[in-house]
């Protein structure tokens, strides 16, 4: 049987490589930093890293490191077992309340990654008679987990809060409304404008829900996401997010929201409850993370001037960076196979960056999406300018 299949298999890949969407992985052989070390793809030795989702630069902090180590020591390796059997620790229940206090909730619960934890609310909450209102642009975790559930399913597009009024109106019928964003869109660097979302929530009685995956940690005042950015913190019921990005860069994912809500998650979130608990040495290494956040105004200032440096200097040379001021900076190149080349040209010049196409991003909107970290200084950021500058003239020379 599976000759015939493997004969499928492999046209499909020959179809993916043809079409200049195939995603290769490049091996990085040291740890996650500013500059990694490459072993394949024309990469010249050490690299500058310019794709990875480590805006703090916490994923190789010493102190981040020591508490992890030390987790090793105290609370062991895994626990074997999923939550409400006998895989709680107090290492848990400490990290669930930071976490909450942080992000100014009620409770917290804890998922092996915020896919997860966007795939175990839906289906627990709603219901063939409820609604739930999503962001076109929303992550693809979203997506599934908002197929697993049996409620109504409506779509309005990226940020329009008159056609999210629309659909309001149109789902008047149903028992619940829940109202579904990202903070900021991954591919974009977008923000969701959450203080006139909340305001129709309020008007038309709906719950509103954020995945803050690429905000906690250095968007706001004090870091602590799109809510606090906007001033609605104790307005938006549900968020979800990564301890994997800005908050040290390892794995995992939560549910900060009202109490009764990570309640019923705790009794009925399939992921959750089948699931292994979050290794200890990441949750322990999180708290350290926490404790870093409450004194990382140097971190977040750096990264936002990294951030600045980049996007103008990119527009100074004449590239079309989509607007924003979010330490993800597309630079929107149009065509994949295009995208792709840029991408290994600039390995070739010392910078690591990734070229997103169809199906990540739509047909014929291929990118680089650029990611500043505060781990970068300014050099690093002016020698990135100087390779996309000397990666376009090669390819202009290509034909």
């Known amino acids: 049987m599976y000759a015939s299949v493997r004969d499928d298999l492999s046209a499909t890949l020959d179809e993916i490589r043809d079409a200049g969407l195939f995603k290769p992985e490049r091996v990085i052989s040291t740890p996650q930093s500013a500059s990694v070390a490459v072993t394949a793809g024309g990469a010249p030795g050490e690299v500058l890293n310019f794709c990875a989702n480590n805006y703090l630069g916490l994923a190789d902090h010493p102190e981040v490191v020591a508490a992890a180590k030390d987790a090793l020591d105290r609370w062991g390796y895994g626990m074997a077992s999923v939550r409400f059997i006998c895989g709680t620790q107090e290492i848990h229940k400490e990290l669930e309340q930071r976490l909450s206090a942080f992000l100014g909730q009620e409770d917290t619960i804890l998922y092996s990654s915020c896919f997860d934890a966007n795939g175990g609310v839906f289906e627990t909450l709603l219901g063939p008679e409820d609604a739930v209102i999503s962001d076109a642009l929303n992550h693809a975790s979203i997506i599934d987990g908002i197929r697993l559930s049996k409620a109504r399913r409506l779509r309005y597009a990226n940020r329009d809060l008159t056609e999210l009024e629309s659909r309001l109106k149109e789902s008047q019928d149903a028992r619940r409304r829940l109202i579904v964003t990202d903070g900021v869109f991954s591919m974009d660097g977008y923000v969701a404008p959450l203080a006139e979302i909340c305001d129709l929530a309020d008007r038309y009685d709906a719950m ?36 994997g990005k800005a908050l040290g860069g390892a794995s995992g994912g939560y549910v900060a929201a009202r109490a009764e809500i990570v309640a019923l998650l705790r009794q009925r979130s399939r992921p959750y409850l089948f699931s292994n608990s979050l290794a200890p040495v990441i949750a322990a290494a999180s708290i350290k ?48 196979a295009e995208a792709g080349r840029m991408a290994e040209l600039l390995l070739e010049r010392g910078v690591y960056v990734i070229g997103f196409s169809y199906p990540v991003v739509p047909m014929g909107r291929a990118r680089i999406r650029v990611q500043l970290s505060a781990a970068h200084s300014t050099a690093d950021v002016e020698r990135a300018v100087a390779a996309f500058v000397d990666a376009r003239e090669a390819m202009k020379r290509e034909g």
């Open 289 to 336: 993370v926490l404790d870093l956040l409450e004194s990382a105004d140097e971190l977040r200032d750096r990264l936002n001037a990294n951030t600045a440096l980049f996007r103008t200097e990119m527009t100074d040379a004449g590239f079309e960076i989509l607007p924003g001021d979010h330490a993800i900076a597309p630079v929107m190149i149009g065509d994949a």
């Open 208 to 243: 509103v829900m954020v995945d803050d995956s690429h905000a906690v940690g250095f968007v706001g005042p004090g870091g602590r996401g799109t809510p606090e950015l906007h001033g609605v913190m104790h307005r938006v019921d549900i968020i979800t997010g990564t301890l």
